[in-house]
């Protein structure tokens, strides 16, 4: 009810004096807010634990915050659904890694890079270059080399089906990218598009634990901690390096570079998960490197200029 209260107080707010008016509504909202969620009690091993009640007004004041930027409401909603194909790309990885093992996952996924080219051709009329026709049949070509061809010395549990999920992999994660560059407008702060996004992988990581049985948010270590470890190195530290190096290095040497992760995901899967890969997928690995790194490469070369008319 005081959550209600705070809703109908901040919409006749809004509906008033302009700026003054909003800032009235945000600040009679989230003390109805607060109000209602200092009711709200959660139980953690047996007794009961109460929030701080900033955390707890967090997700309400950004809401709030999101609704007051102008962005239409379709943007919002265009963001959410491309974290929904995000979240399925992180299931279907995980899956590809039980199946197939962390290093070929890992490969098989980063054929977005293919599958985004024809995506944007089909949908967006964006013709890729020559190299994408080149890089596809090497890549699949790979692909069906990972699968070990049904010989008894592929790595995985099943290598066919981890191969399925790994092409998932690149699939969802590439109607990810797609949709999400549709969420977004030029000059504007990614936050809003992110945070929706992020909302997105949460509810369908979730769905897709609560079909299939697997979810369980029980606490454990140190799994969760190497979880929070992987957040925070690999992908924010990670990125942020990332972010540093592409101003400053030509772009053909960072996509280059780039193509180490793959490559260097099945390494250290070998040296510390020892997932022996067979001489098969071996050469699958490289032709899909192969696949994916002639058109990354080519992207980044500069085009022959058009031949002047003598």
């Known amino acids: 009810e005081p959550l209600d209260d705070g809703v109908d107080a901040f919409e006749s707010s809004v509906g008033g004096s302009g700026n003054d008016g909003v800032e009235d509504s945000l600040e009679v909202a989230l003390e109805h807010a607060g109000d209602a969620l200092d009711g709200f009690e959660t139980r953690a091993n047996g007794p009961r634990v109460r929030a701080p009640r900033s955390a707890r007004c967090n997700g309400w004041l950004l809401w709030l915050v999101l609704g007051e930027r102008g962005r239409p409401s379709r943007l919002h909603l265009v963001a959410l659904v ?4 995000l979240g399925l790309d992180l299931v279907s990885w995980h899956r590809a890694i039980h199946w197939i093992g962390a290093g070929l996952a890992t490969v098989l996924g980063n054929t977005q890079v293919l599958l985004v080219g024809f995506a944007a051709w089909a949908i967006l009329g964006e013709k890729p270059r020559r190299a994408v026709f080149v890089g596809v049949p090497l890549a699949f070509a790979g692909m069906a080399l990972v699968s070990g ?23 969802t994660y590439s109607v990810f990218l797609l949709v999400f560059r549709r969420s977004t407008t030029a000059g504007e702060s990614p936050f809003a598009p992110w945070l929706l996004a992020t909302l997105g992988v949460v509810v369908a990581t979730g769905l897709a634990g609560a079909i299939s049985g697997d979810l369980d948010l029980t606490w454990r270590w ?5 979880l929070m470890a992987l957040a925070l190195g690999s992908q924010v530290v990670g990125w942020l390096l990332i972010a540093y ?14 193509l180490l992760q793959p490559m260097a995901t099945v390494l250290w899967a070998r040296l510390l998960f020892a997932e022996a890969l067979s001489a098969v997928q071996w050469l699958g690995v490289l032709l899909v490197l192969a696949g994916v790194g002639l058109p990354t490469v080519a992207s980044n070369l500069p085009r022959r200029p058009a031949r002047a008319d003598s």
Request: hydrophobic share 55%; proline share 9%; aromatic share 8%.
């Open 82 to 85: 491309a974290g929904l194909f």
């Open 245 to 258: 190096a592409l101003p400053r290095l030509p772009a053909v040497e960072t996509s280059i570079l780039l």
């Open 149 to 171: 061809l049904g010989r008894a010395d592929a790595y995985g549990a099943d290598p066919v089906l981890g191969t399925l999920f790994g092409l998932a992999t690149g699939v």
């Open 222 to 226: 140190p799994a969760h901690a190497w």
